[in-house]
């Protein structure tokens, strides 16, 4: 999906790591939310309240998910999940264009 349709976008942004790292959040209809967002190069570490798919829309970075040892590499067109109430570790490679889906467990 290119583009959301009927939705409402929150106008004031989401700001972290000294403006590293902003998004916008969108809210569909249906009561389902996302954040559209950008991620400069750096290292960062997130917790999550909810259950996310991270889909990356392009650059590159690599990712240490709960409960692993192991970072992986995610560029633009794949998409990882991360449990709810967790922390993930990212080190934002290249400049990072990202869709944050908030799901139920």
């Known amino acids: 999906m290119d583009q959301f349709n009927h939705v409402s976008v929150v106008k004031k942004a989401n700001v972290y790591f000294d403006g590293k ?10 009561g389902e939310k996302k954040t ?24 590159r970075l690599d990712v240490l998910l709960p409960d692993s040892n192991d970072w992986v590499t995610f560029t633009g067109g794949q998409a990882f999940e ?3 109430h967790s922390k993930f570790k990212l080190v934002v490679n290249e400049l ?3 869709c944050c889906s908030y799901l139920d467990d």
């Open 21 to 30: 790292v902003t998004s916008r959040t969108i809210l569909f209809e249906n």
């Open 96 to 98: 990072t264009d990202y």
């Open 36 to 59: 559209l967002g950008i991620m400069m190069p750096g290292e960062y570490e997130f917790g999550t309240d909810k259950k996310e798919l991270m889909e990356i829309l392009a650059g």
């Open 82 to 84: 991360v449990k709810s």
